[in-house]
């Protein structure tokens, strides 16, 4: 075929060289562009009828490789085709050897590009296949995916300067056995990425979805993605804070994972009350106290208790120091405790306390320290909401004073009385 295009080419040119290499020259043309255009209508077939064929399947594992490209890519094979066989038929071997030596050459680093191409596809369809699995979040094995992705081509990469240079190809990796410091420095966060993800994986440190809070790191909000390099953690502020892997085992993180499979959400917030209201409780303030339903039951119990002890001790009860007494603030924790067993929002199951804390300069703290049976972050705060502004309102029934710092209306009311004095 090429001695025909050369006859022709020679009536135009009178250099026969000339004639020769434009002859060579155009037909390597025609040949790439004829390559080009089964490229083309390979790939529009793929695009149209195989994705019809795909979108009547059932299966979900046609439509990711698919959408990983795994067709697209396979279609590289045809131009391949197209120009291998092309080659030999215009090109004679006894009369063109160095440059079907040359072609073959390009041939065969296009077909080593493609199917790593193809395999980097089919690997990033099986993480995707693997993804759909529930297991995938409790072991997910993207970390080795990448490392695999990674020896593909580096494989490739040496493969094709192999083929280049037409050296051996288990020669050059010996070679690069003298590289191994360099390419350990290189790839140094990418081996730490590795080991630590093998650790995180092996541990059950975290999973995807895990709420992480890595203070070190401004982290605290939900895990989007574990990288062999990377971690991704979407912040309640809808920020994303990027992690290095390694990281995770050299610092310090919290997971709330625990909180999230107890069924529960902790609710631990105290509230400070004036010492100076506190005092015991009078008749006047028990009779008071017996018409609240849900201390009935305690103070009945509670008063029988005392009545026995201070008989069996025959303590001189005129004076309020000697013997048992109930007191307005350990009424009100018997309160907190039975409102609290009342809330269908509370989890019964769980810790459960409301205790007083070490009094301080700043009041006596009761602590309510229980947990909620919603895991939503805003219901959860709602229901906190609604315990304390409960307990802030109710506080005076039992002659119980909230301590806050002085404000601006307490100094003039202050002022007023010393004026009015």
Same mark, same amino acid.
């Given at each position: 075929?090429?001695?025909?295009?050369?006859?022709?080419?020679?009536?135009?040119?009178?250099d026969?060289?000339?004639?020769?290499?434009?002859?060579?020259i155009?037909?390597?043309l025609?040949?790439?562009?004829?390559?080009?255009i089964?490229?083309?209508?390979?790939?529009?077939?793929? *695009?149209?009828?195989?994705?019809?064929?795909i979108d009547?399947?059932?299966?979900?594992?046609?439509?990711?490789f698919?959408?990983?490209?795994?067709?697209?890519?396979?279609?590289?094979?045809?131009?391949?085709?197209?120009?291998?066989?092309?080659?030999?038929?215009?090109?004679?071997?006894?009369?063109?050897?160095?440059?079907l030596?040359?072609?073959?050459?390009?041939?065969?680093?296009y077909?080593?590009?493609?199917?790593?191409?193809?395999?980097?596809?089919?690997?990033?369809?099986?993480?995707a296949?693997?993804?759909?699995?529930?297991?995938?979040?409790?072991r997910?094995?993207?970390?080795?995916?990448?490392v695999?992705?990674?020896?593909?081509?580096?494989?490739?990469?040496?493969?094709?300067?192999?083929?280049?240079?037409?050296?051996?190809?288990?020669?050059?990796?010996?070679?690069?056995?003298?590289?191994?410091?360099?390419?350990?420095?290189?790839?140094?966060?990418?081996?730490?990425?590795?080991?630590?993800?093998?650790?995180i994986?092996?541990?059950?440190?975290?999973?995807?979805?895990?709420?992480?809070?890595?203070?070190?790191r401004?982290a605290?909000?939900?895990?989007?993605?574990?990288?062999?390099?990377?971690?991704?953690?979407?912040?309640?502020d809808?920020?994303?804070?990027?992690?290095?892997?390694?990281?995770?085992?050299?610092?310090?993180?919290k997971?709330?994972?625990?909180?999230?499979?107890?069924?529960?959400?902790?609710?631990?917030?105290?509230?400070?009350?004036?010492?100076?209201s506190v005092?015991?409780?009078?008749?006047?303030?028990?009779?008071s106290?017996?018409?609240?339903?849900?201390?009935?039951?305690?103070?009945?119990?509670?008063?029988?208790?005392?009545? *026995?002890?201070?008989?069996?001790?025959?303590?001189?009860l005129?004076n309020?120091?000697?013997?048992?007494?109930?007191?307005?603030?350990?009424?009100?924790?018997?309160?907190?405790?039975?409102?609290?067993?009342?809330?269908?929002?509370?989890?019964?199951?769980?810790?459960?306390?409301?205790?007083?804390?070490?009094?301080?300069? *700043?009041?006596?703290?009761?602590?309510?320290?229980?947990?909620?049976?919603?895991?939503d972050?805003?219901?959860?705060?709602?229901i906190?909401?609604?315990?304390?502004?409960?307990i802030?309102?109710?506080?005076?029934?039992?002659?119980?004073?909230v301590?806050?710092?002085?404000?601006g209306?307490?100094?003039?009311?202050?002022?007023s009385?010393?004026?009015?004095n």
């Amino acid at each position: 075929m090429i001695n025909t295009v050369i006859n022709k080419y020679q009536t135009i040119f009178s250099d026969q060289a000339l004639a020769i290499d434009i002859s060579v020259i155009s037909m390597l043309l025609m040949l790439i562009l004829i390559s080009m255009i089964a490229n083309y209508i390979t790939k529009k077939i793929i *695009t149209v009828f195989v994705k019809k064929f795909i979108d009547k399947t059932r299966s979900q594992w046609d439509n990711i490789f698919y959408d990983c490209h795994v067709f697209t890519r396979l279609s590289h094979l045809i131009p391949i085709l197209f120009f291998s066989v092309g080659s030999t038929i215009i090109f004679p071997a006894d009369a063109y050897p160095l440059l079907l030596d040359n072609l073959s050459k390009f041939t065969s680093l296009y077909l080593i590009l493609a199917f790593a191409l193809v395999i980097h596809s089919l690997l990033a369809a099986f993480d995707a296949i693997y993804r759909t699995y529930k297991m995938s979040k409790q072991r997910p094995i993207n970390n080795y995916v990448q490392v695999l992705k990674i020896i593909l081509w580096i494989f490739t990469t040496v493969a094709s300067i192999s083929l280049l240079l037409s050296k051996d190809l288990w020669a050059l990796f010996l070679g690069m056995s003298g590289m191994m410091a360099i390419i350990m420095l290189v790839f140094k966060d990418t081996l730490l990425g590795l080991v630590a993800g093998m650790q995180i994986t092996a541990n059950d440190m975290l999973r995807l979805d895990d709420w992480l809070e890595m203070p070190s790191r401004n982290a605290d909000g939900d895990v989007i993605d574990i990288t062999l390099n990377t971690v991704k953690v979407r912040n309640w502020d809808k920020t994303i804070t990027t992690i290095p892997t390694h990281a995770l085992m050299s610092e310090s993180f919290k997971n709330w994972r625990g909180m999230t499979e107890s069924g529960g959400r902790r609710i631990k917030r105290s509230i400070s009350i004036d010492m100076t209201s506190v005092k015991f409780c009078d008749q006047e303030m028990l009779q008071s106290f017996m018409k609240i339903e849900i201390l009935k039951d305690y103070l009945l119990k509670k008063q029988k208790e005392i009545e *026995t002890y201070n008989k069996e001790t025959g303590n001189d009860l005129s004076n309020p120091a000697n013997g048992r007494r109930l007191t307005n603030i350990g009424t009100f924790r018997a309160y907190l405790s039975a409102y609290l067993k009342k809330n269908p929002k509370i989890h019964q199951e769980l810790t459960f306390m409301v205790r007083q804390l070490s009094p301080s300069s *700043t009041g006596v703290p009761i602590e309510v320290y229980v947990f909620s049976n919603d895991q939503d972050w805003v219901n959860y705060e709602g229901i906190q909401a609604d315990i304390f502004d409960h307990i802030l309102a109710v506080i005076p029934e039992f002659g119980l004073r909230v301590f806050q710092d002085p404000t601006g209306s307490n100094f003039e009311k202050a002022f007023s009385r010393s004026a009015n004095n």
